[in-house]
């Protein structure tokens, strides 16, 4: 399948997870791909990688939490490549688990910084070239604690990811006649290099948890998010915007 043939996307945090599974799809249905990350010894492999298979990437060293790193990635892209079609906004922290009132006022900026004012920054710099182009995607990562709370001490990342997704449908509705479709996907636990750690130190509980919480009793694939990802981003999604899909195994069903 080529469904991204001639199309140019970037895609933050790309370096690993669900991120480098979008770049490695994108890539090989075509598009010419821009891994944006920190993680430059990961993100030169997994470029070198994919033009070894004979697809178009490259890495460029992003930090979101910088507007002037953002300016830079895509300004170099565009230059490099003459547009830009696909945004994914995918970087994200984790955080710390504290309870709420005992949560460190550095450690919340750091989690609000990069998981929603980042993904601000970037949609505020990736919009103008879309609208050169006459068309474009946007997808946003949000979780499943997006549309609900949490239990685990993890409040800065719930609030960021409830704000992307209604920075999602802000944008969604203010570009909509203008050819710029944007969507969140909204992932529940991934088997991910951080919940690889859980596994290894943690297996009981966390299988117990699975077991309890998530209806197909399994976690998802980081193939199974960039699935998502790479639909709202094609043509197929064409009539899709300011549409936030979980991609839970059915948590938030119940």
């Known amino acids: 399948m080529e469904r991204f043939k001639d199309r140019v996307a970037i895609v933050t945090?790309?370096?690993?997870?669900?991120?480098?599974?979008?770049?490695?799809?994108?890539?090989?249905?075509?598009?010419?791909?821009?891994?944006?990350?920190?993680?430059?010894?990961?993100g030169t492999t997994l470029a070198a990688e994919l033009s070894a298979e004979g697809h178009q990437a490259s890495y460029f060293h992003t930090d979101v939490r910088s507007a002037t790193s953002i300016t830079n990635l895509f300004e170099w892209t565009v230059a490099e490549y003459g547009r830009l079609d696909i945004a994914v906004n995918n970087a994200g922290v984790p955080g710390g688990s504290f309870p709420l009132t005992e949560y460190p006022e550095a450690d919340w900026d750091e989690v609000l910084s990069v998981n929603l004012k980042g993904v601000w920054l970037c949609m505020k710099c990736a919009i103008p070239h879309l609208l050169h182009t006459g068309r474009g995607a946007i997808?946003?990562?949000?979780?499943?604690?997006?549309?609900?709370?949490?239990?685990?001490?993890?409040?800065p990342y719930v609030a960021?990811?409830?704000?992307?997704?209604?920075l999602t449908r802000a944008a969604?509705?203010?570009?909509?006649?203008?050819?710029?479709?944007?969507?969140?996907?909204?992932?529940?636990?991934?088997?991910?290099?951080?919940?690889?750690?859980a596994q290894e130190h943690h297996a009981q509980l966390l299988n117990q948890y699975i077991d309890a919480t998530i209806?197909?009793?399994?976690?998802?694939?980081?193939?199974?998010?960039?699935?998502a990802i790479l639909w709202l981003c094609s043509d197929e999604a064409g009539f899709v915007t300011g549409h936030a899909l979980a991609v839970d195994g059915g948590i938030l069903a119940k």
């Open 172 to 197: 969604a509705l203010e570009y909509a006649t203008r050819s710029i479709r944007v969507n969140a996907v909204c992932p529940g636990l991934t088997a991910t290099g951080m919940t690889a750690v």
């Open 13 to 42: 945090g790309g370096t690993s997870g669900i991120g480098r599974a979008a770049v490695c799809g994108f890539a090989r249905e075509g598009a010419r791909v821009v891994i944006a990350g920190r993680r430059t010894e990961a």
């Open 160 to 166: 960021s990811k409830h704000g992307v997704i209604g």
């Open 215 to 227: 209806p197909m009793r399994r976690m998802g694939r980081p193939t199974e998010q960039a699935g």
């Open 139 to 155: 997808v946003n990562i949000s979780s499943d604690v997006g549309f609900v709370g949490s239990t685990f001490g993890i409040s």
